[in-house]
């Protein structure tokens, strides 16, 4: 009985850590501000450390950064995040949520950021309205405070879509299937 509640304690606070995911700010245009200045500096971080990422990036019909926090604890899994999606023929941006849900084997406790290039204009369009992405993943991280090391992978299932992760901090040792979905920030988009 002991073990259950504890697995149940568990299990609910890697669902209340992943609900923290939300852009600092008091009013829409500092959220935005904020969500902007993390897609910069991730860009940036993504730029330093994969040669070439710069023109796939200036190349690709869109691009979308997002931040993530993401938990797992044995078999089941959850995440959530912000991020903002720039459309290169115009600039013009749209900010998005996501929440993340998988099962597998493993343990995490990860706060990342995702750089998703699009190559093809309907599947830039499709995430924008529709917003779905699954794949499988695996991942071993340990990094605190910029040391420690991390490898990561992702399984795309459209080539016309390259994903980066970047781990800021966290530990991970998982194997799992996942499924995200990312959608309109409504607040956010209301100019």
């Given at each position: 009985m002991k073990s259950k509640t504890i697995l149940l304690v568990l299990i609910s606070c890697l669902f209340v850590l992943a609900g923290c995911a939300r852009p600092k700010g008091e009013t829409p245009e500092q959220k935005r501000e904020f969500v902007q200045q993390m897609a910069t500096e991730t860009l940036a971080e993504l730029y330093a450390g994969v040669p070439g990422a710069r023109s796939l990036v200036e190349l690709s019909v869109g691009y979308g950064v997002f931040s993530n926090i993401n938990t797992q604890l044995m078999f089941f899994g959850t995440g959530n995040g912000y991020g903002v999606v720039t459309d290169t023929s115009d600039g013009f941006k749209t900010y998005m949520r996501m929440a993340e849900g998988g099962v597998g084997l493993g343990v995490a406790l990860l706060d990342f950021r995702e750089v998703i290039i699009f190559n093809d204009q309907s599947a830039y369009k499709n995430f924008v309205t529709e917003g779905w992405s699954f794949g499988g993943q695996g991942n071993a991280a340990a990094k605190y405070e910029g040391?420690?090391?991390?490898?990561?992978?992702?399984?795309?299932?459209?080539?016309?879509?390259?994903?980066?992760q970047i781990t800021k901090s966290g530990i991970a040792l998982r194997a799992n299937f996942s499924a995200s979905k990312y959608w309109l920030d409504s607040d956010l988009n209301s100019y």
């Open positions: 040391t420690g090391g991390s490898a990561s992978g992702e399984v795309p299932l459209d080539a016309a879509v390259v994903v980066y």
